[in-house]
């Protein structure tokens, strides 16, 4: 086959940056590096040639069949300038021309975005989101990735930094949140937070979980799979509190569908109800009905899918 016909794509976390080769609309390569090795621009390039010409000798295709680039990044962004202004995880990248930078380097057009937003797009390209107009995506994990569908596009505010719905303030009272903000949903709803509450709640409740000697929301979820009162107890509490903050993303946006993924919405069946039923208490009539709640259709890979799609269909067609 000739032309171009491959795409790049990539998903660049906190911990790991994950590398994807498409072809035929299918993940067809895949890699993933730890992101303490790219903490440079100096070192990056280098090391990301070194990975595609591994590729490209070990399957036997020439880079120049590599159409475009799509990279998700976690952090704030201008994307018509192509710049990162800065990664709140990653140092070295302050105020960095990313795109002017990588295409001089690798030779493709790079399409830049918000990785929160990339898990949005993979959802409404492929997965639980396709056809629908309005959609709020959450990634429920360390802090909360947060993707915003309106008029079935993911919202992109003026720069793409829009939708940083982990940083809306949901207690005055609150402690500091790691943007620099107090009482951000993040502060309570990421996993941070959420264990820092199971901790405390614990020394005065029975459980399972005190003799583990490091509790992680994986623990909590087996313990509430074993019926541990106190486990279960939490998830309860985990489903009020997302249930209260989507009250007012429901009240302002009056969404299709709410899709939760990331490694917290494994205890989905655990929080669902109670999610459900504080919506009902908090949220407006009738927008609470018109809403319908799911699990994220990509466990993984909706970073890679995403930045997929956007090297595909650019800023302008999605
Ligand atoms: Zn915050």
């Given at each position: ?24 609309s299918r993940l067809w390569l895949r890699e993933n590096i730890h992101s303490r ?175 583990e000697p490091v509790l992680t929301p994986y623990k909590i979820y087996e313990a509430a799979r074993h ?92």
């Open positions: 086959m000739t032309g171009k016909d491959i795409f790049l794509a990539i998903d660049w976390g906190g911990t790991f940056l994950k590398i994807g080769i498409f072809r035929n090795s790219l903490s440079s621009p100096a070192g990056f390039y280098p090391y990301f040639k070194n990975i595609l010409s591994g590729f490209a000798q070990k399957h036997k295709f020439s880079l120049g069949r590599i159409k475009s680039a799509g990279i998700g990044i976690p952090g704030m962004l201008d994307i018509n300038k192509g710049l990162i202004y800065y990664l709140p995880n990653i140092k070295g990248w302050k105020n960095y021309k990313f795109r002017q930078n990588f295409e001089k380097n690798l030779g493709m057009p790079v399409f830049i975005d918000n990785d929160a937003n990339m898990a949005a797009l993979a959802e409404l390209k492929f997965g639980r989101a396709k056809g629908v107009n309005t959609a709020i995506c959450l990634t429920l994990g360390t802090g909360i990735g947060f993707g915003l569908i309106i008029g079935g596009r993911v919202y992109r505010g003026c720069r793409a930094s829009a939708a940083e719905g982990g940083h809306l303030p949901i207690d005055f009272n609150a402690g500091k949140c790691g943007c620099g903000s107090y009482g951000c949903a993040e502060v309570f709803l990421g996993s941070k937070g959420f264990l820092a509450k199971v901790k405390s709640e614990m020394q005065v409740r029975k459980t399972v979980l005190k003799k019926r541990d009162k106190f486990a279960l107890d939490m998830w309860e509490y985990f489903g009020r509190i997302l249930g209260i903050y989507l009250s007012g993303l429901v009240n302002i946006f009056n969404p299709e569908k709410i899709i939760l993924g990331g490694g917290l919405s494994g205890a989905y069946n655990f929080f669902i109800d109670p999610l459900r039923k504080t919506l009902q208490q908090r949220a407006m009539f009738p927008l609470y009905r018109q809403v319908k709640i799911s699990r994220a259709y990509f466990a993984e890979d909706a970073g890679l899918y995403g930045a997929y799609a956007l090297a595909k269909n650019g800023y302008e067609n999605i």
